[in-house]
């Protein structure tokens, strides 16, 4: 599987961005997506994740930081996942990557990202004025 991340820049803050991670090498359905982020002298820390449920549905997980203001979503048939980042603040400056597990994790490792056996080379989101 090769992920491929795109979409970052500078924004200033307040403003948005869209990621996308565009998945190839096979079928997307099913998988788990995530993102991550990791900003200059920290750790890789966990932002957003899209899992499936087990049935006919994906359900999304969000970091606390960036909750109400980012959204995932995804599309199977175009073995896309997008991260859509509204009301950025600086403190979300960081590289960001997206990550993929062909199997479902269970719940609490889902934002671990020692769980994900692909990830994307990441996109650089500076948010700065």
């Known amino acids: 599987v090769q992920l491929q991340a795109s979409g970052g820049g500078l924004v200033q803050p307040g403003g948005s961005l869209r990621l996308s991670c565009a998945a190839s090498g096979r079928p997307f359905a099913g998988s788990t997506v995530a993102w991550f982020r990791q900003a200059p002298g920290k750790e890789r820390e966990f932002v957003s994740a899209?899992?499936?449920?087990?049935?006919?549905?994906?359900?999304?997980y969000y970091s606390d930081s960036v909750k109400g203001r980012f959204t995932i979503s995804r599309d199977n048939a175009k073995n896309t996942v997008d991260l859509q980042m509204n009301g950025l603040k600086r403190e979300d400056t960081a590289v960001y990557y997206c990550a993929l597990r062909i199997s479902r994790p269970i719940l609490s490792m889902v934002g671990v990202d020692s769980a994900y056996d692909h990830w994307g080379q990441g996109t650089q989101v500076t948010v700065s004025s």
């Open positions: 899209s899992r499936w449920n087990g049935g006919s549905a994906y359900n999304s």
